[in-house]
């Protein structure tokens, strides 16, 4: 079953530090860029963080940038976001998602697989 999973998802206090992972079954992210999403109570689902299939283009929103890093190890087959800082406003369910190509900090032209997401929780 070709699928991503997220995980490191939790709870954690004001100005704490969570690690989420993206972890590709089935199928080797070597060739897709993958973006991570995340979707707060009661609003959208907005981009975090894209980086390209080399590693080599990442970009972020403008409110986790400095803050948040993304970044990949292909030999794990898996996508990283390292949190720091957290906010309150952090607070949401993230997604990753595979797709060609990074448009900034979102996917170019649609994504092929998303993930069913992990909750992060930043409350004191």
């Known amino acids: 079953q070709l699928q991503l999973v997220e995980s490191g998802g939790g709870l954690v206090q004001p100005g704490g530090s969570l690690r989420l992972s993206c972890a590709a079954s089935?199928?080797?992210?070597?060739?897709?860029?993958i973006a991570w999403f995340r979707q707060a109570p009661g609003k959208e689902r907005e981009g975090v963080s894209c980086i390209s299939s080399s590693g080599g283009f990442t970009n972020y929103e403008d409110s986790v940038k400095g803050r948040f890093t993304i970044s990949r190890d292909n030999a794990k087959n898996t996508v990283y976001l390292q949190m720091n800082s957290l906010k309150p406003e952090d607070t949401g369910v993230y997604y990753c998602a595979s797709c060609e190509a990074c448009s900034g900090y979102v996917c170019y032209d649609g994504m092929d697989y998303w993930g069913k997401g992990t909750l992060v929780t930043v409350s004191s």
């Open positions: 089935g199928f080797t992210l070597d060739y897709y860029a």
